[in-house]
């Protein structure tokens, strides 16, 4: 699988934190000196979704979808208690923690920092976080914690099938009980555009490819061919997103940083749920790092597409979300050297 092949995390993914900000001052020099490239590519929109954005996210999305092999999810039966913890933790607990987290310190810790109508888009962003766990890079946090790759992959494939049914359901929820307004049908094109095709795209590109030219070929060269477009797509949405969001980012600075606290908090919170819950199961360490990873880590193109789609690209939501990538690479590698410290909490895998 292309997962065994990981040599370690990539030069852009590992230093992600550093390219957004760059991105940022990019797209708000953009914004503030070159209004007119915004204005253009804002007249480019359908059913309230930017196309251009929309074209870079699936360079995002789609070579991730790829490297998903649901084939495995045929061993699901031989060792459960993983994914167990890793549905439990994703589905029932994480979105409903991320809510709470978020809204306390929104809408009480911050409250004389953070206007009411600001903390319920910033909600709204980390709502949208919270209900989209990690699909791709948990390979990378898996390999870093010498976590089993064959049992990771059966994680994440199975969580991507669980976001098709679960993901509209749980943001609704969610976003009613906050008090936004549900546009249904833009959440629900949102999840068709962003998960459904290419999830079915990416099993259908993935089994042709292996069925013509063989698996050896799809895992060392078709699927490598993705990695820079997969960047450059992120980097490409985040600048444009940036000189959407130019005013904000000048003009409040310090909500970028209040922003992330609380998401940092739910990373840490979320991760030794399902790390200690795996303890308590008494999982071996190879299973029970991902399972932690998985949780920690966000879907963040998921979220920001959704994002976009709901809200549109100038709106504070998106911010939201895209502090969720800022933060993201640093606190995920924090998390990656408290897992290697404690392999002795587990018993030995028998390999």
Known sequence: MAENKTVGIGFFEKYLTLW?????????????????????????????????????????????????????????????????????????????????????????????????????????????????????????????????????????????????????????????????????????????????????????????VIKAKGEEYFINIFIKKFNNATIGGLLLTLIIIFSFQGNVIVNKPLHIVLIAIPLTIQTFLIFFIAYLGSKKLKLCHNIAAPAGMIGASNFFELSVAVAISLFGTSSPVVLATIVGVLVEVPVMLTLVRIANRTTHWFPSANN
């Open 20 to 208: 957004v900000i760059l991105c940022m001052i990019t797209g708000v020099l953009i914004g503030k000196f070159l209004p007119g490239i915004p204005a253009f590519l804002g007249q480019f929109e359908y059913a309230n979704v930017s196309i251009p954005i929309a074209i870079l996210i699936w360079l995002m999305i789609y070579p991730m979808m790829m490297k998903v092999d649901f084939a495995s999810i045929k061993n699901v039966g031989k060792n459960p208690k993983g994914l167990y913890i890793t549905w439990v933790t994703n589905w029932l607990i994480k979105p409903f923690t991320m809510y709470a987290i978020a809204w306390f310190f929104f809408f009480v810790i911050f409250k004389a920092l953070i206007p009411a109508y600001l903390a319920k888009e910033y909600l709204a962003g980390a709502i949208l976080l919270g209900a989209a766990p990690c699909t791709a890079m948990v390979f990378v946090w898996s390999h870093l914690t010498r976590g089993n790759p064959a049992y990771t992959v059966v994680q994440v494939a199975t969580n991507d099938l669980i976001i098709l049914f679960a993901f509209t359901p749980i943001v609704a929820l969610l976003l009613g009980i906050g008090g936004i307004t549900i546009p249904w049908a833009t959440l629900l094109m949102s999840v068709l555009l962003f998960v459904v095709i290419p999830l079915v795209g990416g099993i259908l590109t993935r089994t042709s």
